[in-house]
């Protein structure tokens, strides 16, 4: 009995010796915790100590920079007074320290990104509304100068020539649009700045006459016969009176039309007669005998009418069909020397045999077959069994300059330079192309060439 009874007082002082140092570390952990909220420092990541470790992201790369240098910091400043001997800290000591809290430094302001999301949001509305719709610049313009010659949406509506049928309500819409929309009015104003000054001037001439412009006008007696000379003077007597592109050449036109309408001073309208004697058309057609406008049917005249119609539209098919062919014209090669160009002809391929007109920006060259319909068929020219389906394509650019790209298993010799399948190269006039043996002058027609050219340049925005 007195072994069992001292054998149960010693385990139960060793469970109360465990239970004390429990709720010793139990409260040494809370006091850490609490020690840490109240600096308000934030506690270390735990990490593993094995050999392999994970990469860490960038917050944690700065998180660890940060508690190395307060650690290197600490020993250098605050040395704790065992460890003035010189003894290195073992390794439990080394865990103590690397597991300290430590205040990280904040780092270096970077750009918020509000500024980036206002900078973002600034541009959002004008790619929204990059498109206006049917609104062109130039139906903007000519709006514009129509309501400030006539002050009335209804006159515009029913006087300006649109490139598109608006109703009046559009009109209105986009009138309001114009005044009180500030995105609207700005990209408006944006796009009619960029308008060339030749489609400005052609817009301002159409701009509709005001009330106190035909009253000048209807001054001009009717049966005078004015000329170029007396509008001028017009112009010059009341230059405030008159938009600023008038011209003597349409204020006569425009007097012609009022001339034309009854609309002048010293013109006057005949009444109307009174009474039943005013026979409209409705009228005259009731008087007309029907019976008398019925013919006898003939119906061999019917079926050669038949006839043709089916004839006509079978030969319209064709010609549609055979629609492609037409891009190149082929002409043989004779001893007299014809003229190389016309007003339809971009370039010519000229061989020993045959000759090919570019009518089209863009024609292919190659061997023609039953089932591959090609715009320049080589065979024309002579043995063409080495050359593929679909050899090339020459093509115009905007600029006016031509180039051929090699599209087939051989390459095309340009003034002896290969070029090879997948690439280009830039055709100049009397350029000798030579494909597996057969020989071919590129000529321009530099005329042609130069109009593209120009209208290329007009084109583009200043």
Not at 111 to 125: A, D, F, M
Not at 238 to 253: G, I, N, S, V
Request: with cysteine; hydrophobic share 35%.
């Amino acid at each position: 009995m007195d072994k069992d009874s001292q054998g149960l007082l010693d385990s139960s002082l060793m469970a109360s010796g465990t239970a004390s140092r429990s709720e010793d570390e139990e409260s040494l952990a809370g006091q850490k915790r609490a020690s840490s909220q109240a600096l308000g420092t934030i506690p270390k990541r735990r990490s593993s100590s094995r050999f392999i470790k994970r990469k860490k992201f960038d917050d944690e790369l700065v998180e660890s920079s940060l508690a190395k240098s307060s650690t290197r910091a600490k020993g250098a400043s605050g040395v704790e007074p065992g460890r003035c001997s010189g003894s290195e800290p073992s390794s439990s000591e080394k865990k103590k320290v690397s597991k300290a809290p430590s205040t990280p430094i904040p780092p270096s302001p970077a750009p918020t990104p509000g500024l980036t999301k206002r900078v973002k949001k600034s541009k959002q509305p004008l790619q929204v509304t990059k498109d206006l719709g049917r609104w062109k610049p130039a139906d903007d313009l000519l709006l514009i100068n129509a309501v400030l010659q006539t002050n009335d949406l209804t006159s515009v509506h029913l006087g300006v020539k649109f490139s598109c049928r608006f109703t009046l309500r559009e009109v209105q819409e986009r009138w309001y649009a114009l005044l009180y929309d500030p995105v609207i009015s700005k990209l408006a104003c944006q796009a009619m700045r960029q308008l060339h000054p030749e489609a400005i001037a052609a817009i301002q001439s159409k701009a509709l006459f005001s009330k106190a412009e035909e009253q000048l006008l209807s001054k001009v007696g009717s049966t005078s016969q004015p000329t170029l000379e007396t509008f001028q003077d017009l112009l010059h007597r009341h230059p405030d009176a008159f938009y600023l592109a008038r011209t003597a050449k349409a204020l006569q036109a425009h007097w012609q039309l009022m001339k034309q309408y009854y609309l002048l001073e010293d013109q006057t309208v005949q009444p109307l007669p009174k009474g039943d004697q005013v026979l409209n058309f409705s009228d005259a057609e009731d008087l007309i005998d029907d019976s008398k406008l019925k013919d006898m049917r003939d119906e061999v005249l019917e079926h050669e009418l038949t006839v043709a119609d089916r004839r006509q539209k079978r030969e319209i098919r064709q010609l549609e069909q055979e629609l492609h062919k037409w891009q190149v014209l082929v002409d043989s090669i004779t001893g007299m020397s014809s003229p190389d160009f016309d007003n339809q002809t971009l370039a010519v391929l000229r061989g020993r045999m045959v000759r090919y007109l570019m009518r089209s920006r863009e024609i292919t060259l190659g061997r023609a077959t039953k089932d591959n319909q090609i715009d320049v068929d080589l065979s024309l020219e002579g043995p063409a069994w080495k050359i593929s389906r679909k050899q090339g394509v020459i093509k115009l650019k905007n600029n006016g300059d031509f180039f051929i790209a090699n599209e087939g298993r051989r390459p095309i010799y340009i003034d002896g330079r290969p070029v090879l399948c997948g690439s280009k190269w830039r055709l100049s006039n009397n350029s000798v192309v030579e494909i597996a043996s057969l020989r071919f002058v590129f000529l321009i027609n530099q005329d042609l060439i130069a109009l593209i050219r120009a209208e290329a340049a007009k084109i583009t925005p200043q």
